[in-house]
């Protein structure tokens, strides 16, 4: 079995509400848990590296909690597109 760890030091949401950046973060980690826990995409993405720096380039965002979920849930997905790389 392989072991992915992912360490993210800082989420920075400027503009963004309490409540809404509350909401993203948990989406992000959500949907990064369910990503790493599909042994098929975590075969794919363990291997050893550094990336001080992932750029997922621009991201639509609407307004309120279901918008922030998304937001979440997409900065999940572009790190895992990233990841394959």
């Given at each position: 079995m392989s072991r992915i760890r992912v360490t993210i030091n800082q989420v920075a949401l400027k503009g963004f509400e309490t409540d809404a950046g509350r909401s993203v973060v948990q989406s992000l980690k959500?949907?990064?848990?369910?990503?790493?826990?599909?042994?098929?995409?975590?075969?794919?993405?363990?291997?050893?590296?550094?990336?001080?720096?992932?750029?997922?380039?621009?991201?639509?965002?609407?307004?309120?909690?279901?918008?922030?979920?998304?937001l979440g849930a997409a900065i999940a997905r572009g790190i895992g597109k990233g990841l394959e790389a």
């Open positions: 959500a949907e990064l848990s369910e990503m790493f826990a599909d042994p098929v995409e975590r075969a794919r993405w363990a291997r050893s590296r550094h990336t001080p720096v992932l750029r997922l380039g621009r991201m639509p965002f609407q307004h309120g909690t279901s918008g922030s979920r998304k």
